[in-house]
C-alpha cells in the first residue's frame, strides 16, 4: 500500500517541477558566440591633431662663420694661424622684438641687417632666434673674440648699448 502512496505524490512532484514547460512557450534563444564576447570599446576620445607651426625663419638659416687661411673654421681658429675675417653666409631675417631680444636692428644703405645693439635684459640665446641664426655660437664668437666652448661665461658678456655685428665685413680682419 505504500507504493501505490509514493506514485500519486511523485506524479505531482512532477507536475509541480515542470509548471512553464509547454509545447506552446517559446524556447529562450540560445547565446551565439558574438554575443558572449565582450563588447568591443570604443576608442576614447582622440587628442585634436596638432599643426606645427610653420618656421618663419628662411633655410638655410644664416651664420658667421670665421675665415682663417682661406678656410671656413666655423667657431673656431687656430692662434697661430693667418689672417681671421668673419663671413656671412645666408640672410638673416629680423623677426622682430621678443622678450630678451628688444633691442634695434640696424641696416645698411641696402636694407641688410648689418648690427644689433643690445637693450637692456637681452640675452643672446634669443637674439640669434630674432635673427634666424643657426645658433648663437657664430654671434657669440665673432662679437666676443671668445670660442664659445672654452668660454662658457661670455654667454652673458653683452650690456645694453653693446653693438653685435652680424654681417661681417670679409675685407676687415678679426682679432681674438
Known amino acids: 500500500m505504500q507504493n501505490r502512496n509514493i506514485a500519486p505524490a511523485a506524479l505531482i512532484l512532477?507536475?509541480?517541477a515542470l509548471v512553464g514547460c509547454s509545447p506552446t512557450a517559446e524556447p529562450e534563444a540560445a547565446a551565439t558566440p558574438s554575443?558572449?564576447?565582450p563588447a568591443a570599446t570604443a576608442p576614447g576620445p582622440t587628442k585634436p591633431a596638432v599643426t606645427p607651426e610653420p618656421d618663419p625663419c628662411p633655410f638655410p638659416?644664416?651664420?658667421i662663420t670665421l675665415v682663417q687661411d682661406g678656410k671656413h673654421m666655423g667657431t673656431?681658429?687656430?692662434p697661430d694661424g693667418g689672417r681671421i675675417t668673419g663671413l656671412?653666409?645666408?640672410e638673416p631675417?629680423?623677426?622682430g622684438p621678443s622678450t630678451y631680444a628688444e633691442g634695434t636692428a640696424n641696416f645698411n644703405d641696402a636694407g641688410e641687417i648689418v648690427s644689433y645693439t643690445v637693450?637692456?635684459?637681452d640675452v643672446y640665446e634669443m637674439i640669434y632666434k630674432r635673427f634666424c641664426f643657426t645658433n648663437f655660437y657664430s654671434v657669440l664668437t665673432y662679437n666676443n673674440g671668445f670660442e664659445p666652448m672654452r668660454s662658457r661665461n661670455s654667454f652673458s658678456n653683452i650690456h645694453p648699448g653693446d653693438v653685435l655685428i652680424l654681417r661681417p665685413d670679409p675685407t676687415v680682419e678679426w682679432l681674438p
Open 14 to 16: 512532477a507536475a509541480v
Open 35 to 37: 554575443q558572449t564576447a
Open 61 to 63: 638659416r644664416p651664420f
Open 76 to 78: 673656431g681658429y687656430n
Open 88 to 90: 656671412l653666409k645666408n
Open 93 to 95: 631675417v629680423d623677426l
Open 119 to 121: 637693450a637692456p635684459g
